[in-house]
T-cell receptor, first 112, second 114 residues
């Protein structure tokens, strides 16, 4: 069965520092991987995805993610964090039936 | 606004009452998905439609839950005889089978069952 794991419930980063939010996946076949962000009392906003091609994927708001097949990881990164990046981040994988399977989420706190 | 819309945004009801939520997908999208998100968890799949056909239902979707998409456009999710455990955020998403693989989400309907 397809699954994703986000090992950190919370990540704290000082503003201006680089950030990483970790995600590992377990899939059969080629993975379709996604990152979404959720602000308080809001729905999910799409950030970026990996389907095929370059292992480094660039997305919205300066975020990027690196697909690593050997480590089955898809970590979300940003070179310089902003306070406005504080939110709940979900890693997700699309299964063979086209539904999305989400991780539990990682709460990102950017400290001013 | 051409995104996914959901109504109402919030619903408070008493246990045992019926509630109905509506989702309007992005207009050119032919697939529509419902998810449920409880506090501290990621969204969990409930069901999805391709055009008007309901193609898959999760085991989470008990007999008290029913979803429709009668004309292949908007969808409704009804919960009968609500229970306190139904309190959650109900999210709708849409995409197009022939387009990119990205599901776009609405703002959600937050349900509180008292």
């Amino acid at each position: 069965a397809q699954s994703v794991a986000q090992p950190e419930d919370q990540v704290n980063v000082a503003e201006g520092n680089p950030l990483t939010v970790k995600c590992t996946y377990s899939v059969s076949g080629n993975p379709y991987l996604f990152w979404y962000v959720q602000y308080p009392n809001r729905g999910l906003q799409f950030l970026l995805k990996y389907i095929t091609g370059d292992n480094l994927v660039k997305g919205s708001y300066g975020f990027e993610a690196e697909f690593n097949k050997s480590q089955t990881s898809f970590h979300l990164k940003k070179p310089s964090a902003l306070v406005s990046d504080s939110a709940l981040y979900f890693c997700a994988v699309r299964d063979i039936y086209d539904k999305i399977i989400f991780g539990k989420g990682t709460r990102l706190h950017i400290l001013p | 606004d051409t995104g996914v819309s959901q109504n109402p945004r919030h619903k408070i009801t008493k246990r045992g009452q019926n509630v109905t939520f509506r989702c309007d997908p992005i207009s050119e999208h032919n697939r529509l998905y419902w998810y449920r998100q409880t506090l501290g968890q990621g969204p969990e799949f409930l069901t999805y439609f391709q055009n008007e056909a309901q193609l898959e239902k999760s085991r989470l979707l008990s007999d008290r839950f029913s979803a429709e998409r009668p004309k292949g456009s908007f969808s409704t999710l009804e919960i009968q005889r609500t229970e306190q455990g139904d309190s959650a955020m109900y999210l709708c998403a849409s995409d197009h089978i022939a387009a990119d693989e990205t599901q776009y989400f609405g703002p959600g309907t937050r349900l509180l069952v008292l």
